[in-house]
């Protein structure tokens, strides 16, 4: 029993990621097909079902069984049931994943939220290993959460925990898309970047690159590398905003690592800089003292080895 595999499966808006793993969260075999989500949440559901029947057969010529089958969703989940309960990327709502999946492949199938499968995939073979209370932050169009607390996945009372992207921290700010304002989303996020810099070429702010239409936050890294002044304001805004928020988790959570996930940490010192400084500026020296604050490792692998976690994380004793 202890030996056998496991498998991940990261279900996105465009590609459905899956993997083979051992229980080390080695990886035997990966795989990747598009999603096709205007098919139907059927004929997704079927297609993932032929990806975990190919995957378990590679176990089966490595004489191993599959202890179960772990989902990262993008939205949200109903645990209980197994339902998606809404995943607006897929035009999904409520729709019994976990049981079609079981009826196919006579496997457990356990399902979770992308963000926090993510997180659990960074603490166990990425950026937190060895971590065991550790918060992932993803910067992208949004801003997801995850938390690990005692080397466990922390979901909350109905499964609504870790929304750091909703947390207010301009109150009165821009206009976000949970109906609230000034949401660290608003301020941070890749979306965020690109507004702030519209409004000031709007403005007038002379800068050197943003002539195109199709703006995005990868562009405002570049050119706050090549030194544009404008870029520069704008990744030190985002990072300082973001640091208010994660003062405010060291305080409430004390976690001894912070992962940074998501196109924009890519940016490195640029961002990180100012986004340590910021996070210790805003909260107490004891939790501020001894948390990492690093950039995520596993890039497009860590919803898949989240995923595989999550059964163990299901089926531990
Ligand atoms: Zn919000």
Not at 18 to 25: S, Y
Not at 68 to 74: A, R, S
Not at 192 to 197: E, G, N, P, S, T
Not at 248 to 267: E, F, M, Y
């Amino acid at each position: 029993m202890h030996d056998e595999f496991l498998i991940g499966i990261d279900l996105g808006g465009t590609n459905i990621k899956g993997a083979l793993l051992d229980i080390n969260g080695g990886i035997i075999e990966k795989k990747e097909i598009p999603t096709l989500a205007n098919t139907g949440p059927e004929a997704v559901a079927g297609r993932i079902a032929g990806m975990i029947t190919e995957l378990e057969i590679t176990a089966r010529e490595r004489s191993k069984g599959v202890t179960g089958v772990g989902i990262g969703v993008p939205g949200q989940p109903e645990r209980s049931t197994g339902d998606v309960i809404f995943a607006p990327n897929l035009y999904w709502r409520n729709v019994p994943l976990v049981k079609y999946l079981r009826r196919k492949t006579a496997l457990p199938v356990f399902l979770e939220n992308d963000a926090n499968v993510a997180a659990l995939g960074e603490q166990w073979r990425g950026a937190g290993q060895g971590s065991a209370n550790m918060v992932m932050v993803t910067i992208g169009t949004g801003i997801g959460g995850g938390i690990v607390l005692d080397g466990c996945l922390y979901t909350g009372a109905n499964g609504a925990a870790g929304e750091l992207g909703h947390t207010v921290i301009e109150p009165g700010g821009p206009q976000c898309s949970c109906g609230r304002r000034g949401c660290l989303e608003t301020l941070t996020s890749a979306t965020a970047m690109v507004r702030m810099a519209r409004e000031a070429m709007d403005r007038g702010v002379i800068t050197e690159l943003f002539r195109e239409e199709n703006l995005e936050a990868r562009d405002i890294i570049m050119a706050a590398r090549a030194g544009d002044r404008l870029a520069l304001e704008i990744v030190e805004k985002a990072a300082y905003y973001l640091g208010i928020g994660l003062g405010n988790i060291i305080n409430i959570l004390n976690p001894d690592t912070i992962v940074i996930g998501g196109g924009v940490s890519r940016a490195g010192e640029l961002l990180f800089e100012p986004l340590c400084r910021a996070a210790r500026e805003n909260c107490l020296e004891s939790a501020g003292s001894i948390v990492r604050i690093v950039p995520a490792q596993l890039g497009n692998d860590a919803g898949f080895v989240g995923a595989a976690q999550l059964v163990l994380q299901n089926t531990k004793r």
